[in-house]
C-alpha cells in the first residue's frame, strides 16, 4: 500500500475513534442513507424502458406473442386486459421482426388475400361469398386505422342480380366499431366511416349504411343518414343556442343575473323530393321538330257508265251514289286532306331535393333576468335581443319569453361557500404535501450535513498544534535523574522560537528552589512553561487555546 494512502487511512481511521457516541451515531445515519440513495437512484437507473410491442391484440394473438417472448426470454408486461404487450425498448423491434416471421398477428380480417386461396374449380356461390368476405375485410381494416377505433366489423348485404326481377334492391351495410376506453366518435369520423363504406360498394348510398359502436348507441340508420338520434340533435342544438344566448346576456346584465333555456322540436323523418315546373320562353320560340302530311284525290266518269263510282250492292252491283252519279261524259268530285305538327321548345326546370333528418320544426326560448338589476334595462330591447341571437321565426311557431323575476341567491351563497372551503382545503392539503417533502428532505440532508460539520470541526482541531511538555522538556536543560515525558509534536517554526527562548533563559542565572526527588520532574515542567510563557506569550496563549479546545466535549 502506498504510505500516502497509508497514512490517510490512519488519520480516518485516528478521527473516526474520536468521535463520541452520538457523532458515530449520526456518521452511521449518514452513511446509511447514503448508501440507500444510491441502491434506489441505482435500481431507477438500470430498470428497462417499456415500449408496445403490439397493441389490440386478440387472445389467441396475445398468447402466441406472449410464448415466443418467454421462448425467447425477454421481459414483458401486459396492460389493457392483456391486448398490449410491452417489451424493453431494445428489444422492441427484434421481436417485432421474429413475430412478423412467425405470422404474428394473426389477420383474422381477411381481405384480398382471401381471394388469393380461392381455386379454379370454386362455384359461382363461392366466388361470390369469397369476393364479399374480402370487400368486408378491407373495409374493416381501414376503418380500424382511424383515430379511436380499436376494431371494426363490416356486414355486406348485397342483393342478388337476376334478369328475372323488374325492380332492383339496393344494397346495405351494417358497420360495427369497438373504440378506444374513453373515446366517443365525432360526427365527422361517422360521415367519414359512412361514405367510406358506401363508396366501396357499386349502387350503395350514403343512406344505405348503419354504424352501430360498442356501447350499443346508433351513430347511423339506413335511411336516416349520420346525424344521430333526435334526442341527441334537439340536445345539441339546445346547448348551441343557449350557450350563445347567455354568452350575450352575461355582458348586458352581468354574469349570474340571467338563465336561458331553450326547447327545440326536431323533425326526425328524411325523403326525397322531385318537382318540375314549365314556363314560356320570352320571343318566338323555335320549334323543336316539325312534320306535315296532305293527302288528295280527283274522282273521273266514262260516257257508258262504267267508270261511275258508288257502293257496292247485292250481288256486286255498284249503285252509284248521288254524289258521284253524273251525267255521260262528266267527272266525279274529290277531296284535299292536310295536317301538320310542329313541337315548340318550352323551359323545363326538375329539381331533386334531399330532406335530412334533423329539421328544425319549432323552437321555445325563455329567459328570467333578475329583478335587481332589470329595473335599469329595457325589456323590449332584451326581447329584440334573444329574437335576433335564437333565430326566432312566428311562422314557423317559435315563441320567446322574456321575464324580470327574483332569483333565490341561497344556491349561490352555499356554492360560494363551498368553493371557498374547496380553496382552503387545497391549500391545506398543499401545505401539508409541502411540509411532508420538507420533512423528508429535511430527515436525509440533516445527517449529512451534521456529518460534514463535524468532520469539518474535527479537521480544524486537528490542524491546531499540540503542546507537549516533553518536547519543552526536550529543549530546556536537562536535570539527570528525570522522569522521560512525551514529546510534543511541534513544526520546525515553533521549535526554533522555543530553542531561542531557552537560549536566552539560559544565559540568565536562574536560581530554582530546591524540591524533591518525586515533585522535581513536575516542578521542573512548570518552570520551563513559566519560562517559555515569559519568552513568547503570544505563543503561549495560542498553544494554551488549542488545549482548551481540544478538550472541549462535542
Do not use: C
Request: charge should be negative.
Amino acid at each position: 500500500m502506498p504510505p500516502a494512502l497509508r497514512q490517510m487511512l490512519q488519520g480516518l481511521g485516528a478521527r473516526i475513534q474520536a468521535f463520541t457516541i452520538a457523532q458515530r451515531t449520526l456518521a452511521v445515519i449518514g452513511i446509511a442513507v447514503l448508501i440507500l440513495g444510491s441502491v434506489a437512484l441505482s435500481s431507477f437507473l438500470s430498470k428497462p424502458s417499456y415500449t408496445p410491442l403490439f397493441t389490440g391484440l386478440a387472445a389467441a394473438d396475445a398468447s402466441s406473442v406472449v410464448t415466443q417472448l418467454q421462448t425467447d426470454n425477454v421481459p414483458y408486461q401486459l396492460t389493457d386486459g392483456g391486448n398490449t404487450i410491452l417489451v424493453p425498448q431494445s428489444d422492441v423491434y427484434a421481436e417485432r421482426l421474429k413475430a412478423a416471421s412467425a405470422g404474428l398477428p394473426a389477420d383474422n380480417t381477411g381481405g384480398y388475400s382471401l381471394l388469393d386461396k380461392m381455386g379454379v374449380t370454386a362455384s359461382e356461390f363461392t366466388q361470390n361469398t369469397t369476393y364479399k368476405r374480402a370487400i368486408e375485410g378491407e373495409l374493416a381494416k381501414t376503418i380500424e386505422s382511424l383515430d379511436g377505433v380499436k376494431a371494426a366489423s363490416v356486414q355486406l348485404a348485397i342483393p342478388q342480380q337476376t334478369v328475372f326481377a323488374d325492380k332492383t334492391t339496393d344494397p346495405t351495410a351494417s358497420v360495427f366499431v369497438e373504440t378506444m376506453p374513453g373515446v366517443t366518435l365525432t360526427d365527422t369520423q361517422v360521415q367519414a366511416i359512412v361514405h367510406l363504406t358506401s363508396a366501396s360498394v357499386e349502387g350503395m348510398k350514403a343512406t344505405d349504411v348503419n354504424v352501430v359502436d360498442s356501447k350499443g348507441d346508433v351513430l347511423s340508420t339506413v335511411g336516416g343518414g349520420t346525424t344521430g338520434s333526435s334526442s341527441q340533435q334537439a340536445g345539441d342544438y339546445d346547448t348551441q343556442v343557449q350557450t350563445s344566448i347567455q354568452a350575450m346576456l352575461d355582458k348586458v346584465v352581468g354574469a349570474g343575473n340571467s338563465t336561458v333555456v331553450v326547447a327545440a322540436d326536431m323533425d326526425q323523418s328524411s325523403g326525397t323530393k322531385v318537382s318540375e315546373s314549365y314556363s314560356t320562353p320570352t320571343g318566338t320560340p323555335a320549334p323543336l321538330s316539325e312534320s306535315s302530311t296532305k293527302e288528295s284525290y280527283a274522282g273521273s266518269g266514262g260516257s257508258s257508265g262504267t267508270g261511275a263510282t258508288g257502293v257496292l250492292g247485292p250481288d256486286n252491283i255498284a249503285v252509284p251514289s248521288d254524289s258521284s252519279t253524273s251525267a255521260a261524259g262528266g267527272t266525279g268530285n274529290g277531296y284535299v286532306n292536310e295536317s301538320s305538327t310542329v313541337n315548340n321548345s318550352i323551359d323545363k326546370t326538375t329539381e331533386t331535393t334531399t330532406i335530412p333528418s334533423g329539421v328544425l320544426k319549432k323552437q321555445t326560448v325563455s329567459v328570467a333576468i333578475n329583478k335587481s338589476v332589470a329595473g335599469n334595462l329595457s325589456m323590449s330591447n332584451i326581447n329584440d335581443l334573444v329574437s335576433k341571437a335564437a333565430g326566432i321565426d312566428l311562422s314557423r311557431g317559435d315563441s320567446l319569453t322574456v321575464q324580470a323575476v327574483d332569483f333565490n341567491n341561497a344556491g349561490a351563497k352555499q356554492a360560494a361557500a363551498a368553493l371557498k372551503s374547496a380553496d382552503a382545503a387545497a391549500a391545506s392539503a398543499a401545505t401539508a404535501s409541502m411540509i411532508h417533502t420538507g420533512l423528508v428532505v429535511g430527515g436525509i440532508a440533516l445527517p449529512i450535513i451534521v456529518a460534514m460539520v463535524l468532520l469539518a470541526r474535527r479537521g480544524r482541531k486537528q490542524s491546531r498544534e499540540d503542546i507537549d511538555l516533553g518536547e519543552i522538556s526536550s529543549v530546556a536543560t536537562t536535570w539527570p535523574g528525570d522522569a522521560p515525558t512525551q514529546p510534543l509534536a511541534l513544526d520546525d517554526q515553533a521549535a526554533r522560537r522555543l530553542l531561542e527562548s531557552s537560549a536566552a533563559a539560559s544565559a540568565a542565572p536562574a536560581a530554582l528552589p530546591p524540591v524533591a526527588p518525586e515533585n522535581a520532574s513536575a516542578e521542573r515542567q512548570r518552570a520551563e512553561i513559566d519560562a517559555l510563557a515569559a519568552a513568547d506569550p503570544d505563543k503561549t496563549a495560542e498553544l494554551l487555546r488549542g488545549l482548551l479546545d481540544d478538550r472541549q466535549s462535542v
